[in-house]
């Protein structure tokens, strides 16, 4: 039995986790900073930071006391030590090294990204992944799909060349007067609109293409929403404002949006299946990660797509959607159990190491 402690600072939630051999949750603390950015309608990297010193010791000890396991029953530290917010990271790889070197255990740095894959594997009734895999982690700040040969070995085969999807949902939610966390309260408009009164474009690139791009879905959005302006930039005067819009006009707006930005990830998924039995390596399940797993309509088409195909496609549970410390503890057990072990030297990184 091994018991890991992990921490997640790498954006705006203050997370910590025990984990039992990489699944079974014992606790999971998420102290979510979304009070603090509301007004900014967007993460404030120094304020962040801020957040995470002051919550990250009350938020550990909570976790550790939730578990019902004592210090020394923790047998490693993990901490997500990339990609994010700089100043956010060190709080937690800090945190994570101070622990590790008080309990004498050692400190295994994991990748967000990567864990975001993982997130799907918790709880010990899910059904766990078989490789090859398909991946797809669609965050705040990233939207990418991998092939995925183990837990901890995968390469990416498409990424977004503009907005990561979380990121075009959030500036969505902006244009339509969607208040702050923009994902979730779009999500929730869109359910009562009706999709088929807008069409938007579906960037979906060339005709193989497994890369990603949501900045002309969201400009569509915006005049859609406000008219063709007239003159660019800060200078550019709008048809209309969004006060013009009927309550019911802005659902259908926000359903179309929906609609068009989860149907790319669907097509994009469905190319990226059949490249991969092409290439005589047919993926045996689909990985799905990240916040806008926890999306209403992407949660149904992706089970959809996995009825249709005969494959499983497992989601995370809605808890381990979003930022959470569960993943990077349930991850760090597979680096652990490979002998992959970091030492106090490990470096806070701002990018991924996925490639
Ligand atoms: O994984 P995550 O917590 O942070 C990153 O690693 O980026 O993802 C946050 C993103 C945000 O952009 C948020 O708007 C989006 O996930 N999100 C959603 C929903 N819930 C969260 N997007 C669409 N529908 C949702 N229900
Ligand atoms: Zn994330």
């Known amino acids: 039995m091994t018991l890991i402690l992990g921490l997640e ?17 014992l606790s999971s603390v998420v102290a979510s900073q979304n009070e603090l950015h509301e007004r900014y309608r967007g ?31 923790i047998e490693a530290v993990a901490v997500g030590n990339r990609p994010g917010l700089i100043g956010s990271l060190l709080v937690g790889v800090s945190a994570g090294k101070a622990l590790a070197w008080a309990l004498g255990r050692p ?7 990567q864990a975001h894959l993982h997130a799907a594997a918790l709880g010990e009734s899910s059904p766990q992944p078989e490789f090859p895999a398909l991946g797809l982690v669609i ?4 939207t990418s799909l991998y092939e995925v040969a183990s837990p901890t070995s995968m390469h990416a085969i498409g990424r977004t060349i503009d907005d990561a999807v979380g990121e075009a949902y959030d500036k969505a939610a902006v244009i339509l007067g969607v208040p702050y966390p923009g994902g979730p309260n779009l999500d929730r408009l869109a359910q009562a609109g009706d999709a088929s009164r807008h069409k938007l474009p579906r ?16 400009t569509a959005l915006l005049y859609k929403v406000r008219g063709i302006p007239r003159g660019r930039g800060r200078e550019a005067v709008f048809e209309r ?6 309550p019911a006009d802005r659902a259908d707006m926000a359903a179309a949006f929906q609609t ?46 996995g009825a249709s195909r005969g494959l499983p496609v497992l989601l995370p549970a809605m808890g381990y959607c979003v930022d959470n410390a569960a993943m990077i503890a349930g991850l760090a057990y597979h680096h652990l159990r490979a002998g992959r072990v970091d030492d106090l030297h490990l470096p806070a990184v701002a990018t991924t190491s996925l490639r």
């Open 241 to 246: 404002s969004i006060g013009d819009l009927s």
């Open 43 to 73: 993460v404030v990297p120094e304020i962040a930071s801020r957040a995470h010193l002051e919550r990250i010791t009350p938020v550990v000890e909570e976790t550790v006391r939730a578990a019902g396991v004592g210090w020394n029953d």
């Open 203 to 218: 960037s979906l690139l060339d005709d193989e293409s497994l890369d990603f791009s949501f900045s002309g879905l969201k």
């Open 139 to 142: 965050s705040g700040g990233h």
């Open 107 to 113: 400190i295994v740095g994991v990748d967000h990204v």
């Open 9 to 25: 600072t790498s954006c705006d939630e203050t997370a910590a986790a025990v984990v039992r051999d990489g699944r079974l949750v």
């Open 260 to 305: 068009t930005a989860v149907e790319t990830l669907i097509t994009k998924m469905v190319r990226a299946l059949e490249q991969m039995s092409r290439a005589g390596r047919p993926a045996r399940c689909v990985i799905i990660g990240g916040g806008v797993c926890a999306n209403s309509l992407l949660r149904r088409r992706a089970g959809e797509l």
